[in-house]
């Protein structure tokens, strides 16, 4: 499986940005459909960390503590493509971002994920 992030960039404290991933190169008799997706970041300094998940269907979705209220993923299945939209940005969040896929359907990032894409950078200034 290929993950290609998109959407980062520099934005200052209070703005918002919107990730965009592409999902490809499924295993024959897998789709977009079959994984659990999600995002997880990376900041200056620190271990990667979890953000936030969402199962096979869109239905039920997770996120750290720490983005609760300000970031919402979501995903298209017909278009193959997995969303993050951040607001209220806050220079904590910045980081590299990186989209990633789960073969259990119903992952919610309580474990590591199984593919990970290339990142994007997030950058938030005070």
């Known amino acids: 499986v290929q993950l290609q992030a998109s959407g980062g960039g520099l934005v200052q404290a209070g703005g918002s940005l919107r990730l965009s991933c592409d999902a490809s190169?499924?295993?024959?008799?897998?789709?977009?459909?079959?994984?659990?997706m999600g995002w997880f970041r990376q900041a200056p300094g620190k271990e990667r960390e979890f953000v936030a998940a969402?199962?096979?269907?869109?239905?039920?979705?997770s996120y750290a503590d720490s983005v609760k209220g300000r970031f919402s993923i979501s995903r298209d299945n017909d278009k193959g493509t997995l969303s993050l939209q951040m607001n209220s940005l806050k220079p904590e969040d910045t980081g590299v971002y990186y989209c990633?896929?789960?073969?259990?359907?119903?992952?919610?990032?309580?474990?590591?994920?199984?593919?990970w894409g290339p990142g994007t950078q997030v950058t938030v200034s005070s």
């Open positions: 969402v199962i096979w269907s869109g239905v039920r979705k």
């Open positions: 190169g499924f295993s024959s008799g897998f789709s977009f459909s079959s994984y659990a």
């Open positions: 990633v896929a789960h073969q259990h359907p119903y992952w919610s990032g309580t474990s590591d994920p199984d593919y």
